[in-house]
């Protein structure tokens, strides 16, 4: 192991890191570096230095209550009385995260990461349960103080050199989808509800969408075929693929 960095230490909301790591090669500070962008499942974006793992900068990126912010070396400083409690304790990032499995992307030519980000919250309970042999054990979990169409969901795209936010696209609030951007300064994704979109990668303009009938549960990709670009997504039971009309 040449070094490791932990994002949540004691880790008691569930927030594990299943998100995906982007890898950049752009400036930081005015010096070119190798880096490793995460906008982490408990709402701060970090930067790392992926050849050294130095922590560079975190900012929160998505609705969050349970940190003041990060020290000089990433770790979170912790608002008091955040913990799960007998009567629920409401934090946000929700156990679902600010955002999660869903792909993130990064574009070298608008120097932009865009996210799938989630601003919601959860109530946290610990629960007295009695420890049974071979039974399913929880002494915690969570509820939704609020019905999911409250919470907001949008694509963010964010500065890696600052974590400021650049634009916002709000979506259905129940998307999971991942993202994919383009060399024709695009970002393609999908909606619970059965959108497939393109949006402006430099401005988040919608440019096109199209109705699919199924949700976008999965992440875009682009392919070529003798020449020609297609993007394609899944979504319900099937794979929808589209190119420009020649």
Same mark, same amino acid.
């Given at each position: 192991m040449k070094w490791?960095? $932990?994002?949540?230490?004691?880790?008691?909301?569930?927030? @594990?890191?299943? $998100?995906?790591?982007?890898?950049?090669?752009?400036?930081?500070?005015? &010096?070119?570096?190798?880096?490793?962008?995460?906008?982490?499942?408990?709402?701060?974006?970090?930067?790392?230095?992926? &050849?050294?793992?130095?922590?560079?900068?975190?900012?929160?990126?998505?609705?969050q209550t349970w940190a003041e912010g990060l020290d000089e070396n990433g770790r979170p400083i912790l608002v008091p009385g955040m913990e799960p409690s007998p009567e629920g304790t409401v934090v946000a990032p929700a156990i679902t995260g600010g955002?999660?499995?869903?792909?993130?992307?990064?574009?070298? *030519?608008?120097?932009?990461?865009?996210?799938?980000?989630? @601003?919601? &919250?959860? *109530?946290?309970f610990i629960r007295p349960v009695e420890y049974q042999e071979g039974e399913s054990y929880r002494a915690g979990g969570g509820e939704s103080p609020e019905p999911l169409e409250n919470y907001v969901r949008a694509v963010r795209a964010l500065e890696p050199q600052t974590g400021d936010l650049r634009w916002e696209f709000p979506v259905d609030s129940r998307t999971t989808s991942g993202l994919l951007s383009t060399a024709g300064d695009l970002v393609f994704g999908g909606t619970a509800d059965g959108f497939f979109f393109a949006l402006d990668a430099e401005t988040g303009e919608e440019l096109w969408h199209k109705n699919i009938g199924g949700r976008v549960h999965a992440g875009p990709m682009a392919f070529a075929v003798d020449g020609r670009q297609h993007v394609a997504i899944a979504a319900g039971n099937a794979i929808f693929a589209f190119a420009l009309p020649e």
């Open positions: 490791y960095f $932990q994002f949540t230490p004691h880790d008691i909301h569930d927030w @594990d890191s299943t $998100q995906i790591p982007i890898l950049a090669d752009t400036t930081f500070n005015g &010096e070119e570096r190798k880096l490793m962008l995460f906008p982490n499942r408990n709402a701060f974006f970090y930067v790392l230095d992926r &050849e050294t793992g130095e922590f560079l900068l975190g900012e929160p990126y998505a609705r955002s999660n499995w869903w792909s993130p992307t990064y574009s070298p *030519r608008t120097d932009l990461i865009y996210v799938m980000a989630y @601003d919601a &919250e959860t *109530r946290y």
